[in-house]
């Protein structure tokens, strides 16, 4: 995707916590310079919470502005206090998993989240229609 707008990124892992964000150099490069890069970067594991990334996002008007993308398993489910979902904010499906159990979890997360978000389910790209 780096390589096709051919701009530089910004990258974090996320669990149950939120790694540093790192700008990856990732404009004019080539597809295996860009791995290369993103495969330098340390990245944090365990359980999953969308809960801080929203809220990371939200803190800053800069971040408030960019195009951001969660690429997930959405095996997570919102809480039912109520938040600010980034309007930039979307989700993009990427697990070892069946297909239609990656659909189901999808769906399960968006309507968790609805409360948060009402279009939600139009957020999830590549998933719901």
């Known amino acids: 995707m780096a390589k096709k707008m051919n701009v530089n990124l910004y990258f974090s892992s996320f669990s149950h916590v939120l790694s540093q964000e790192t700008l990856l150099h990732t404009k004019d490069k080539s597809v295996q310079q860009i791995w290369d890069e993103f495969r330098k970067i340390p990245k944090v594991s365990g359980g999953t919470d969308y809960k801080q990334i929203w809220d990371y996002i939200n803190m800053s008007p800069t971040r408030k502005k960019r195009f951001s993308l969660i690429i997930t398993d959405f095996e997570w489910h919102a809480s039912p ?7 930039n904010l979307y989700y993009a499906p990427c697990a070892n998993m069946r297909w239609e159990s990656m659909v189901d979890s999808a769906k399960s997360f968006a309507k968790s989240a609805q409360h948060g978000d009402p279009a939600i389910a139009q957020r999830l790209l590549g998933i719901i229609k």
């Open 81 to 87: 206090e109520r938040y600010e979902h980034p309007k």
